[in-house]
């Protein structure tokens, strides 16, 4: 039994995992409001603003925002959604332990992280392969390496900690779109 599920979902795993593939399946199932912390700052990015320009200098580099930034920006965009949600899959947060422990503090305690697990050069040629089509400034072969780097060094003890939660599911993301959706359906009716 990896945990119970009712409320706010974490979903981790490295660039190129399938997360947002999967909490889009996850959404038209379930019902839950996913929020990508990727898309919020991609957001910001488009936007032109100051923050925004900042950002781009931060992700162009493959480096991590600060945690205080992003942690504000799932605070609002939850408290905007809060009245009309199922609950939350949040996904691509936290990627630090503080981020973690932070958001747990601050906004709402964690009932179930889904891990989705795949290797290294299963991500980075998926990243490659999305590069073609994505215009994401990130999806290219230099920044993929950091972002693989970035995620090993910092998330894999927030992955850690959780597990001695015992809130982790584990979800073997190597194969297809399908098989991996019904591992994810197996922990979510539980």
Same mark, same amino acid.
């Given at each position: 039994?990896?945990?119970?599920?009712?409320?706010?979902?974490?979903?981790?795993?490295?660039?190129?995992?399938?997360?947002?593939?999967?909490?889009?399946?996850?959404?038209?199932?379930?019902?839950? &409001?996913?929020?990508? &912390?990727?898309?919020?700052?991609?957001?910001? $990015?488009?936007?032109?603003?100051?923050?925004?320009?900042?950002? &781009?200098?931060?992700?162009?580099?493959?480096?991590?925002?600060?945690?205080?930034?992003?942690?504000?920006?799932?605070?609002?965009?939850?408290?905007?959604?809060?009245?009309?949600?199922?609950?939350?899959?949040?996904?691509?947060?936290?990627?630090?332990?503080?981020?973690? &422990?932070?958001?747990?503090?601050?906004?709402?305690? $964690?009932?179930?992280?889904?891990?989705?697990?795949?290797?290294?050069?299963?991500?980075?040629?998926?990243?490659?392969?999305?590069?073609?089509?994505?215009?994401?400034?990130?999806?290219?072969?230099?920044?993929?390496?950091?972002?693989?780097?970035?995620?090993?060094?910092?998330?894999?003890?927030?992955?850690?900690?959780?597990?001695?939660?015992?809130?982790?599911?584990?979800?073997?993301?190597?194969?297809?779109?399908?098989?991996?959706?019904?591992?994810?359906?197996?922990?979510?009716?539980?």
């Amino acid at each position: 039994m990896c945990c119970e599920v009712r409320g706010l979902i974490i979903v981790i795993g490295g660039p190129g995992s399938g997360k947002g593939t999967q909490c889009d399946k996850i959404v038209a199932k379930y019902g839950f &409001t996913h929020l990508s &912390t990727g898309d919020l700052l991609r957001e910001t $990015v488009q936007s032109g603003s100051e923050l925004g320009k900042k950002l &781009t200098a931060i992700m162009e580099k493959g480096d991590l925002v600060p945690l205080e930034v992003v942690l504000e920006m799932l605070k609002e965009a939850m408290v905007a959604k809060a009245a009309a949600s199922n609950g939350f899959l949040i996904d691509g947060y936290p990627r630090e332990l503080e981020q973690g &422990t932070r958001f747990e503090k601050e906004v709402a305690p $964690v009932e179930c992280v889904l891990y989705f697990e795949v290797e290294d050069d299963t991500m980075k040629s998926r990243l490659l392969k999305r590069a073609e089509t994505s215009g994401r400034v990130d999806d290219n072969e230099e920044t993929i390496a950091k972002r693989l780097k970035t995620f090993h060094e910092h998330t894999e003890p927030v992955i850690g900690y959780y597990t001695t939660e015992n809130k982790v599911c584990k979800i073997n993301a190597e194969g297809e779109i399908d098989d991996i959706f019904s591992q994810v359906v197996t922990y979510l009716d539980k």
